[in-house]
């Protein structure tokens, strides 16, 4: 019963404000639900159809581009975070909807595995079966099912997992998977972690170093494909311009990464900026900004990454 009216609460905050004109949800073709792409400077994506009166955050394309996913935060007295999914269906993008799997809990950073047949998301949902309820997030995934659902979400487990949050998993060609937690030995608030899968099973996670790693809370990161660069939220830092700002780190020739740079006004604002996520093709960048009036999802030309690109690394 929570979770019928959780879901038709969000499902019909997120209509209202969908409703661009007349009575229904505007038939949406092409690439990126039939936006019009930003160029160099941040603009709101899909506004009034994504973007909301709700408090949207997260998103995330998947491989193929033909489904979109972010999540929709209500302050409910369980802060509950719902996640959100449109496809395209004969060319036309659904309604977004909640996918079957959340809804009563906080589900939010989702991620894709590159071939597309994993979902990975964060959650504050029971583990195991029976057990009380988790105060922090762990990470979850589902496997694509022959119909195109999801399976029932599994947790990865005590390698990644620990009594603390782990959130923001993002992977990478090789079988990494990058992630934030606060753990013992670390440099003090959150940091960026990775753990290389081989045949199903996780390796102890390492920590990425002092390069990115410092005294104040690095939290959702985005890690290219090939791990060329990164970028992080980062709070604290004394060039943040607001609560969190978006920073970027090139790999460097031996390997190490670069000390991360603030992204500037081009893209960080008295706000809070986080959940950074390049597209599947590279043609964007995508993140969440959340302010007094709320929580949006903002998009801009990738192109922007390559004016903090060294010249020589």
């Known amino acids: ?24 949800f505007p038939q949406l073709k092409g690439h990126y639900l039939g936006q019009k792409p930003p160029g160099m400077t941040p603009e709101l994506f899909a506004p009034g159809i994504i973007s909301t009166d709700a408090r949207e955050l997260n998103a995330v394309f998947s491989p193929r581009g033909d489904e979109f996913y972010f999540a929709i935060y209500h302050p409910d007295p369980d802060e509950t975070c719902v996640i959100m999914r449109t496809k395209q269906v004969d060319g036309i993008w659904t309604e977004p909807a909640a996918v079957p799997f959340s809804g009563t809990t906080a589900d939010v950073d989702m991620a894709f595995s590159l071939d597309g047949k994993t979902l990975y998301f964060c959650s504050t949902r029971t583990q195991p079966p029976g057990a009380s309820s988790a105060p922090k997030h762990d990470i979850w995934f589902c496997d694509r099912l022959v119909s195109g659902d999801w399976s029932e979400p599994k947790n990865v487990g005590r390698v990644i997992n620990t009594s603390e949050s782990e959130t923001y998993p993002c992977w990478t060609r090789n079988g990494r998977m990058y992630f934030s937690a606060i753990r013992e030995g670390g440099f003090g608030g959150k ?28 939290g959702d990161t985005y890690v290219a494909p090939d791990e060329e660069f990164l970028i992080v939220s980062v709070r604290g830092r004394p060039d943040c311009a607001g609560g969190s700002d978006l920073y970027i780190s090139f790999r460097k020739n031996d390997g190490e990464w670069a000390s991360p740079v603030n992204m500037g006004v081009a893209i960080n604002t008295e706000a809070y900026e986080y959940s ?19 929580s949006d999802i903002y998009w801009v030309d990738a192109g922007i990454i390559d004016s903090f690109r060294p010249e020589t690394r």
């Open 191 to 218: 940091d960026i972690y990775y753990s290389q899968q081989a045949e199903g099973t996780f390796s102890a996670p390492i920590n990425i170093g002092s390069a990115v790693n410092t005294p104040y809370d690095e």
């Open 1 to 24: 019963m929570r979770f019928r009216k959780t879901t038709t609460l969000i499902a019909s905050i997120i209509f209202f404000g969908m409703l661009c004109s007349g009575d229904h």
């Open 276 to 294: 950074p996520m390049v597209t599947p093709d590279g043609r964007f960048l995508f993140f969440s900004r959340f302010e007094e009036s709320g």
